[in-house]
DNA sequence: AATTCGGACAACCGCACTCGA
DNA sequence: TTCGAGTGCGGTTGTCCGAAT
């Protein structure tokens, strides 16, 4: 078993910074023959580069829909408020940002939003930095691995994929096993073994209660008050639904995945994400809309 | 002018996941 | 069902360059 390591052990491929030679002969050649096949790509190209290398630098830096040039206030306001959510996936964070790549985003929110962050609020990034830190210099808590568990999966990591929701909350059905959701999540994030979402049955809910916000923040891995903080922002009112471009009634309107999920059937409940109205006896000021937020309008929802 | 320091960002690395044979 | 290729992702490292000394 085991899979031999790409190219990275290979003492005749060239590493370090890119030529503008081998950009051009990169993107010449992804331009005829599109991308994909990143293993064979170096050679059918004549590059002396690892595959994962070329499809880095097409990914990050040569594919023309790359935004250059620094970050605006709107984004830097956006990636501030998908990191409160998201935590650190840098990824989704980027499939909101036309034209900017995870690295670079990641890259600025270590350069310059932690040190803002920081200095305008120390002790939250202070409660995230104590929070279960297994390893060194770790920033933030472990992310748990894409369909690792009981655990997020509502956020399609790119919008070309479709696959299944990334958000996925038990169900009041499954209330006998509340613990054990636990011990399954647990477990899952302990041993970050391959547990597919099959094998938990999920289910949106209506929020009831101290244990399904609970079971919410931790799939969303999040500091109540992070999420809370992030939900009293100005431009979070659900008391209107159009500041954030949510219509229930017409939420057939969307993106190719939505679509084709409508097209499938009756757009599955998963694709659902309840936020509670009560408020939650966690010492957290959250308490909002019992309303759910469909999660294929995130975009809009994210919209200020 | 030379050296040091620190910020910015490109690139690397290892692991997890998907999918097809 | 198993296995391996292909790919995606997030953490980390390396390198460049300008500012400070």
Redesign the pocket.
Known sequence: ??????C??DAS??????TPTEDKILTEFIEIHG???????PERAGLK?????C???W???LRPDIK?G??TEQEEDLITRLHKL??????????RLPGR????I???W???LV?KINTQSGSKLESLKNRNLP??????P????????VKTSAVQ??A??C??PDVMIPSPAESEGDQKLHDQFDQSSST??????TEIETSPINVEGNERFDDFMIDFEMDPHLLSDFLNTDWFDPSNSENYGIDYQSSSEGNACDKEHNSASSKSDETFLFLSEEKPALGSDFGYADFPIEIDHLDNWLQV
Do not use: F, V
């Open positions: 078993m085991g899979r031999k390591p790409c990275a052990k491929m060239k590493r370090g910074a890119w991308e994909g096949k990143w293993r064979s790509l580069r690892c595959g994962k290398s499809r880095l630098r990914m990050n830096y250059r620094s970050i998201l935590g650190n996936r840098w990824s989704l964070i980027a499939g790549t995870d690295n670079e990641k890259n600025y270590h350069t310059k040190k390893k060194k210099q770790n920033l933030y472990p992310q748990p691995r894409r369909h690792g568990g990591p790119k070309t994929r696959a299944k970050s073994s391959p547990t597919t979402t």
